[in-house]
């Protein structure tokens, strides 16, 4: 056996599988529909969804089995073959797979994955490298600011010429966070956030879809046959769920009412047919994996483990909460999927390599200590 029980973070290990089996019960749940009408197979997406599972938890064992450091020297390869993937995404059209009027997907025969998912990781990779390394200087803003921002923003630009604003926001956060746990000064910071804001503010109101959204997230109700029919037709499912749920299997908003019931939209689904217990699960299991990660990062034993472990924390654990706090009509749509529940390959396969790298450095500072 290649993991001891001593060298394994139980609760993150259970956690995450509950996830993922959670996940595979609710992607067959919600997608046979969908999967019938348009492949005259209802078993389509369970199918694919299976592989990458299998795919999932062998590149998790190998990365929980792999020493973290080697991240560590590889910081700058990894960085590049993701730069480079999103670079082909963006230049070459004839690899770049088009869907709901964004580039994401990258088609190689027969295999087609989201360069912006292992990016997420490669950013995080590199931010640890970066800030462990340079830890007696962050406090000096060309030292702390200038080149994460640099580099990370490099990745963030492609990921918004998809156009992917969602992920692109959410792998700032996790960047700033990291920045600040990491002891850059907060005026520092706050110049950044600062100067960000105008962007931010330019890159919604100018996008006619993006302010659409917030113009639904104030208001839902006021087109609810219209641009806010899914959130409205979210909110129903949750209220027809009620504290117990209608049955697993039995929930009506998947029957077409709902889009991206399988994807984005799956968190309604379990409200609906797992109701306020279901939902109360996941959000558990998800504070396990938050804890457990902020724990695995105080036992690392140096800088580079401490923050890529709070960096892939933050990784999964803000996506989920932005995942949630969207369904439930809390944010504006972004097109983030929910950690190991929502169909979705390339996401839960480098979702669970971090998980992967999670233990590994919990196993390191096991024998260090």
């Known amino acids: 056996m290649l993991l001891k029980v001593r060298e394994i973070d139980k609760p993150l290990i259970l956690a995450t599988m509950a996830l993922v089996a959670i996940g595979f019960v609710m992607v067959w749940s919600t997608s046979y529909i969908m999967a019938m009408k348009r492949y005259g197979n209802e078993y389509f997406f369970v199918k694919k969804h299976l592989i990458f599972i299998g795919l999932g938890f062998i590149l998790f064992f190998i990365a929980a089995n792999v020493k973290y450091h080697l991240y560590q020297r590889w910081t700058y390869a990894i960085f590049l073959a993701s730069l480079v993937s999103l670079i082909i995404l963006t230049f070459i059209h004839g690899m770049g797979n088009e869907a709901g009027g964004a580039r994401r997907w990258i088609k190689l025969g027969p295999v087609t994955f989201q360069p912006s998912e292992p990016a997420k990781l490669a950013v995080i990779i590199y931010m640890s490298y970066y800030l462990a390394a340079k830890k007696e200087r962050l406090k000096t803003f060309s030292i702390g600011i200038v080149p994460p921002m640099i580099m990370s923003g490099l990745i963030l630009l492609f990921i918004l010429k998809e156009p992917d604003f969602g992920t692109a926001l959410s792998l700032g956060a996790i960047t700033i966070i990291?920045?600040?746990?990491?002891?850059?000064?907060?005026?520092?910071?706050?110049?950044?956030?600062?100067?960000?804001?105008?962007?931010?503010?330019?890159?919604?109101?100018?996008?006619?879809?993006?302010?659409?959204?917030?113009?639904?997230?104030?208001?839902?109700?006021?087109?609810?046959?219209?641009?806010?029919?899914?959130?409205?037709?979210?909110?129903?499912?949750?209220?027809?769920?009620?504290?117990?749920?209608?049955?697993?299997?039995?929930?009506?908003?998947?029957?077409f009412y709902l889009p991206e019931a399988h994807t984005d939209f799956i968190l309604s689904v379990v409200g609906e047919e797992l109701g306020l217990i279901g939902v109360s699960a996941l959000i558990a299991l998800y504070l396990i994996i938050l804890v457990s990660g902020i724990r695995i990062s105080l036992k690392a034993k140096d800088l580079f483990g401490q923050y890529l472990a709070i960096g892939i924390t933050l990784l999964i654990v803000l996506q989920a909460a932005v995942n949630m706090a969207v369904v439930l009509a809390l944010l504006p749509t972004k097109g983030l999927t929910l950690p190991f529940i929502s169909y979705g390959g390339t996401s839960l396969v480098v979702n669970m390599i971090g998980m992967g790298i999670l233990v590994n450095i919990y196993k390191e500072g096991v024998k260090g200590r």
């Open 178 to 255: 990291m920045m600040f746990i990491a002891g850059v000064r907060i005026r520092h910071l706050f110049s950044l956030l600062l100067l960000a804001a105008p962007f931010i503010y330019f890159m919604v109101t100018k996008v006619d879809y993006r302010m659409k959204r917030v113009l639904v997230f104030l208001d839902p109700w006021r087109d609810s046959g219209g641009a806010g029919f899914q959130l409205v037709q979210s909110l129903i499912a949750f209220g027809a769920g009620g504290v117990w749920g209608v049955g697993l299997g039995e929930g009506k908003q998947k029957l």
